[in-house]
């Protein structure tokens, strides 16, 4: 049996990690729902393997891919750089430029009126999820298993509390316990499309490796501080936050050492 491509494992390994968005939110089918002092110690877990995985599997690994390119010096960190702000920066277009709506600060981007509420929120939550898959389908394509494996058991880790949060915010919207779990489910399917995207890109264009891993760590760092951090500090429950956010990053290095 033939090995499976770097773009095969991208995607699939970005659709496990997405999966695991529905697993986190299977909860609220059953009313137990855990304490808000809880989903934030969880999202700050989230946040912690999140900003790990930004820099010991992607932005360690855009350095190594540079200097291997253009020997040492300024260029390859000038590279890495570069690519970290424009991450960043595609993520903070998307959110000036399309049309979403957070649980507790309302809505951001173009007037959309005509837009059903529920779509703002699938809108952000795309917005959020997709430069993770992102980030899952570049480690794929830059190094195959040893590359992907430790950034989609990170990224799945980390999807399993996000999923509770969006089922739980919905829930307190007025949707059912099934509809509120099938969107969260449903949000994590754009994962797979980052991973396909980011595992093509690479696989195709070699020179283009420190460019996409330093990209993906940039998005995924615009929405760590954008929207994971403030999140997990708006009730007062910082210091739990911070605690999961300690043990996360702590894991994915961990993971990342051991597997990669």
Same mark, same amino acid.
């Given at each position: ?49 999140? *900003? ?10 855009? #350095?190594?891919?540079? &200097? ?10 000038? $590279?890495?750089?570069?690519? $970290? #702000? ?14 979403? &709506? ?10 959309? +009126? ?7 929120? @699938? ?12 980030? =899952? ?29 969006? !089922? =739980? ?31 093509? $890109? ?5 020179? #283009? ?6 990209? +993906? !760590?940039?998005?995924?760092?615009? =929405?760590?501080?954008?929207?994971? @951090? ?10 739990? !936050?911070?605690?999961?956010? +300690? ?11 051991? *597997?990669?």
């Amino acid at each position: 049996m033939e090995p499976l491509s770097p773009i095969a494992l991208g995607f699939l390994g970005s659709l496990a990690a997405g999966s695991l968005t529905a697993v986190g939110a299977v909860p609220v089918l059953f009313g137990r729902i855990p304490s808000r002092a809880t989903r934030d110690l969880l999202l700050g877990f989230a946040a912690g393997v999140m *900003l790990a995985a930004s820099f010991f599997s992607l932005i360690i690994p855009a #350095l190594d891919a540079a &200097e291997g390119q253009f020997d040492n010096g300024a260029l390859p960190a000038a $590279i890495v750089c570069v690519a $970290i #702000l424009l991450g960043m920066g595609a993520v903070a277009l998307m959110n000036e430029r399309l049309p979403h &709506e957070h649980f507790k600060t309302g809505r951001e981007g173009p007037d959309a +009126a005509s837009l059903r509420r529920v779509w703002l929120f @699938i809108i952000a939550i795309t917005i959020h999820n997709f430069p993770e898959g992102l980030a =899952v389908g570049v480690g794929f394509g830059a190094d195959g298993l040893s590359g992907g494996l430790p950034l989609a058991i990170g990224i799945g880790l980390q999807n399993a509390p996000e999923g509770l949060a969006v !089922a =739980v915010s919905l829930l307190g919207e007025g949707y059912s316990r099934l509809r509120a779990w099938g969107i969260a489910a449903l949000t994590g399917l754009v994962e797979p499309v980052g991973g396909l995207l980011g595992a093509g $890109i690479i696989s195709l264009s070699q020179p #283009l490796l420190p460019w996409g891993l330093a990209f +993906a !760590a940039g998005a995924m760092l615009y =929405v760590i501080s954008h929207e994971i @951090i403030p999140e997990t500090h708006r009730s007062g429950h910082q210091n739990r !936050a911070t605690l999961g956010l +300690a043990v996360g990053l702590v894991i994915m290095l961990f993971l990342d050492v051991w *597997l990669g």
